[in-house]
């Protein structure tokens, strides 16, 4: 029989804030971080629409240390990956 285990918390990083206590500020005080953005979808399409900002994120602040961060871009072939940031930190948090 294999060993399971489950994680149980919560991780918000959203425009609205980040971790529990940020997030839930932020929703009561309805500080929603939202603004209007102009983005070309093909070469003479442009299209406008919201997005939700997440803003003062820095992966570094959440106990990720520097070599880590550069281990990951060097994955990601030299490039930061948001995606994969955002989900890191959301993992810590929850934990």
């Known amino acids: 029989m294999k ?8 991780g918000p ?10 997030f839930w ?5 309805k500080e929603i971080s ?3 953005v102009r983005s070309q979808i093909a070469p003479n399409d442009f299209c406008d629409f919201y997005l ?16 880590s961060i ?13 995606d994969l940031e955002l989900m890191i930190a959301a993992t810590k948090l929850a934990l």
């Open 13 to 22: 990083v959203s425009s609205v804030g980040i971790g529990k206590d940020d």
């Open 52 to 67: 939700h900002k997440i803003k003062s994120f820095d992966l570094s602040k959440f106990g990720v240390n520097q070599a």
């Open 70 to 82: 550069n281990y990951i871009n060097n994955w990601k072939e030299g490039r930061p990956n948001r």
């Open 34 to 36: 939202v603004e209007k």
């Open 3 to 10: 060993n399971r285990f489950v994680i149980t918390g919560i």
């Open 25 to 29: 500020r932020g929703v009561i005080q």
